[in-house]
C-alpha cells in the first residue's frame, strides 16, 4: 500500500486541471479522508451521513479534485491525534495553535469570531465581573484554540481556582450549559445558531463579547502533515482560493448563516 500511494503521488506531481489544481492523484489515494467534530453549523449529524458548511465545502473541493470523498466525526483531541499519524487526511474549522500547525498545514478557509454564550439568570456584563463571582463556572474544550490569547489568559486564570468545566467535544459543552452546570461557554455564532433550540439565544442566554478588542480570526482546514507535503499543500490552497473568488464559498455559507451573516465569515 505504501508503494502505490507513493506511486500515484509521483504520478500525479505534474497534473493540473484547468483552473489550477491538481486532478486525483496524490491528494486523494485512493480517498480524501475528512472528518470533524460536531459543531453547529459547521459540522452536524444529519439523516444519511453528516451536514453543515464544511461537508459543502469539502465535496466541492473533492469534485474540483476528482477526488473520491470520505467522511466521518470525531472529537478535537482524537483528530489532533489522527493528524499526527496521517490516519485522516484533513479536519476542519479549527483556529490556530502552535501545536496545531506542528501537526498539519494550516490552510484558512473562512473566518470566525469567538464570544461569550452567558445565562441570563446571572449578573454578568463582561469577564471581569463574571470571574468576580467564585460560584460561576466556564465550560471549555479540552485542545480547543480560541482565536484570541485573551480567552486562553481567562481559561487559566479561572482553572487555576478550579472553575474550569473540560469536555471533549462542543455537544458535550453545551449539554452542561443546558444543564445548568456550568454558567458560561465560549463559542462563535455558527455553533450556538444551531446547537440552541430556537428562541433561547437573547432569552435564556445572552451573547457577551468578553474580548472586545479582537478581530475575525481565520479558521482552517488542517491537513496532516504524514500525508500532504507542501506542492499538494498547496494545490489545494489554489482549490479554496478559486471557490472564494467565483463565489462559492459565499453560497454555502449563505446557505447555512444567511445572506445578512454569510458575509463576516468571507476570510478577509
Request: aromatic content about 8%; overall charge positive; hydrophobic content about 45%.
Amino acid at each position: 500500500m505504501a508503494m502505490w500511494r507513493k506511486a500515484a503521488r509521483l504520478l500525479a506531481a505534474g497534473l493540473l486541471c484547468l483552473n489550477g489544481t491538481a486532478v486525483a492523484g496524490a491528494v486523494c489515494a485512493p480517498d480524501l479522508r475528512f472528518a470533524a467534530d460536531e459543531i453547529g453549523s459547521f459540522w452536524h449529524a444529519a439523516p444519511g451521513g453528516y451536514g453543515g458548511i464544511d461537508k459543502e465545502v469539502m465535496e466541492e473541493v473533492a469534485k474540483r479534485l476528482h477526488c473520491r470523498l470520505s467522511l466521518e466525526s470525531d472529537s478535537v483531541v482524537r483528530l489532533i491525534k489522527r493528524l499526527e499519524e496521517g490516519s485522516v487526511d484533513v479536519a476542519g474549522h479549527k483556529f490556530y495553535s502552535a501545536e496545531r500547525e506542528r501537526v498539519a498545514w494550516m490552510l484558512p478557509y473562512v473566518q470566525d469570531r469567538n464570544v461569550a454564550l452567558v445565562s441570563s439568570a446571572i449578573d454578568v456584563r463582561d469577564a471581569e465581573s463574571f470571574i468576580a463571582k467564585p460560584g460561576l463556572r466556564l465550560g471549555v474544550g479540552r485542545s480547543f484554540a480560541y482565536g484570541s490569547s485573551r480567552f486562553g489568559q481567562l481559561i487559566k486564570r479561572l482553572d487555576a481556582a478550579g472553575r474550569v468545566e473540560f469536555v471533549a467535544d462542543s455537544q458535550q459543552m453545551y449539554r452542561l450549559l443546558l444543564a445548568g452546570r456550568v454558567q458560561a461557554i465560549i463559542t462563535t455564532p455558527p455553533a450556538y445558531h444551531l446547537e440552541l433550540p430556537p428562541g433561547m439565544v437573547g432569552s435564556r442566554y445572552l451573547v457577551q463579547d468578553w474580548v472586545p478588542d479582537q478581530e475575525q480570526a481565520a479558521l482552517y482546514l488542517m491537513l496532516s502533515r504524514q500525508r500532504f507535503n507542501e506542492t499538494e499543500k498547496r494545490r489545494l490552497e489554489a482549490v479554496l482560493a478559486a471557490m472564494r473568488k467565483d463565489g462559492t464559498m459565499l453560497r454555502i455559507l449563505e446557505k447555512y448563516m444567511g445572506e445578512r451573516d454569510a458575509p463576516a465569515l468571507m476570510l478577509r
